[in-house]
C-alpha cells in the first residue's frame, strides 16, 4: 500500500499546474471534483490519533464541485482528499488512474 501512495502521489506531481477530474464512486453516491493542482500532501496519522482523520492524499489547489443539477461550483475549501486506507492501484497511465480503497473507487484524469 505504501508503495501505491507513493506511486500516485508521483504521479500526481508530474501534474502540477494542471487540472485533474477526480470522479469517487462510495457506495450509490458520485463525486466528481474538478481541481487545478498546486500542491500535493501525505497525511498519515498516528496510532491512538483522532479517530476523524484518516491517511490520505491531499491534493491542493483552487477548483469546482458538480453539484446533482450538473453545475459546477467553488469548493468550500482548496484542498480535496484520497484517503488511502487500503489503496490499491487498479489502472495506472499516462492521463488516467483508478484506485480502490476501504470506502470507495476513484478515477483520476486530466482534463
Given at each position: 500500500m505504501?508503495?501505491?501512495?507513493?506511486?500516485?502521489?508521483?504521479?500526481?506531481?508530474?501534474?502540477?499546474?494542471?487540472?485533474?477530474?477526480?470522479q469517487?464512486?462510495?457506495?450509490?453516491?458520485i463525486d466528481q471534483v474538478h481541481i487545478k493542482l498546486s500542491q500535493i500532501d501525505i497525511r498519515q496519522t498516528e496510532e491512538g490519533s483522532d479517530d476523524?482523520?484518516?491517511?490520505?492524499?491531499?491534493l491542493k489547489g483552487t477548483g469546482s464541485t458538480m453539484n446533482r443539477d450538473g453545475n459546477l461550483e467553488p469548493l468550500p475549501q482548496d484542498?480535496?482528499?484520497?484517503?488511502?486506507?487500503d489503496l490499491s492501484i487498479t489502472d495506472f497511465g499516462d492521463e488516467e488512474i483508478e484506485l480502490n480503497t476501504a470506502r470507495a473507487k476513484y478515477t483520476v484524469s486530466l482534463k
Open positions: 505504501v508503495q501505491d501512495v507513493k506511486k500516485v502521489t508521483n504521479w500526481l506531481n508530474t501534474h502540477l499546474d494542471k487540472t485533474v477530474i477526480v469517487k464512486i462510495e457506495q450509490e453516491d476523524y482523520e484518516d491517511n490520505a492524499i491531499i484542498t480535496y482528499e484520497l484517503v488511502t486506507e
